[in-house]
């Protein structure tokens, strides 16, 4: 009878949180966006028969209880918890911690995307007129550098170089980029690489692409933002610790001009009103944009650089302006590369670098 009884008195205290939280849930404001996983939050489903009918409304309906429930954060972080510490699964929904950092690397290659991001970039330089210098480079993922520790499948990083070159055939030189980085170049909590490790990938593309200055040669101050918790720490909602978000300043890009295409504005290399947004990696040249030109009068070249990059080249970007005279950023993912020209037209003398991540490449079809 004892055994009996306290199943029902825990039955009855999960029905009971389960109509509390369902009557807080009518009675609350929906939360328009999630701050710890970064993205926008189902809204109240609209009503109508026809949706009723459909199916329509309680698809709507259960996206919106999941995403509003309350306590729900919470509820995440113990699903992730008995996931990888009580059922000892290798990951919870792709995403794995080891030694304070959280790793969300592809199970494995889309060729197929590879492939059209390969053709993209093929047939862009096809374009270019003699006498402009293309390179392409490619960001390992994190996890590429820990493999061995997290004990599950990862998409094959040479597989892919592979599948490039098999693509370009040659048509645009290749700058290899995966022994210059490792696992501490890497937030722990986000995908992103960190400025201020960058200087073995600075002299890389340096000596490919025949520019004068290494690293070492720029004074730098560093400034940061903290704490800084990146997007995987909200995604995984277990506690981490805390880290910094470190930028680099110089004379030269506190002198730089820097165009907004997408705000038709000037501003700074370092957004600071980005610092206290949803992603303060945003500070990095503003974040997700179409076009961004940097003009510095006092570089050491005269030359210009035309950078096909994904996030990663935000922070990657001001550590070369030292270099050119100018620097424009081009996010295909947002600008269709069919009208290029509205933008910035290669000529000779110019060099051109594909630089994008593992992850970008393998979903390639979001390049246009």
Known sequence: MRGKGHEIVTAALLLG???????????????????AERRALAGKPLFSLERLVSGRYFSDLEAYVQDQFPLRDGLRGLAAASRLYLF????????????????????????????????????????????VNSYVA????????????????????????????????????????????????????????????????????????????????????????????GVLYGQLALPLPSERLTYLRSGALEDARVYYHDEDAYGAVYRLDKREGMDPYDLFLGGATTCVTIENENAATDRRLILFRDSFGSSLAPLLVAQYRQ????????????????????????????LYSAMILNRGRTLR
């Open 17 to 35: 949180a389960l109509a509390l939280g369902g009557a807080t849930l009518l009675l609350r404001t929906p939360d328009e966006v999630s701050a």
């Open 88 to 131: 000892r699964q290798g990951d919870s929904n792709g995403l794995t911690p080891w030694e304070n950092a959280v790793y969300k690397p592809d199970a494995a290659l889309d060729e197929g995307q590879i492939r059209h991001a390969a053709n993209l970039i093929g047939t862009l330089a096809s374009t270019f007129p003699a006498g």
């Open 138 to 229: 490619v960001i390992p993922d994190k996890a590429d550098y820990v493999a061995a520790q997290l004990r599950r499948p990862l998409a094959d990083y040479e597989r892919l170089c592979e599948i490039l070159r098999e693509t370009l055939g040659g048509a645009v030189g290749e700058i290899p980029l995966r022994d210059c980085l490792d696992e501490q170049d890497y937030y722990r909590t986000d995908t992103h690489w960190r400025q201020e490790r960058l200087g073995r990938v600075v002299d890389r593309l340096a000596e490919s692409m025949g520019l004068p200055l290494r690293f070492s040669d720029t004074a730098y101050e560093e400034s940061g933002v903290s704490p800084f918790y």
């Open 327 to 354: 620097i424009v950023l081009i996010d295909l993912r947002y600008a269709a590369s069919a009208y290029l020209e509205r933008y910035v037209t290669p000529e000779p003398g110019d060099d051109v670098l594909f």
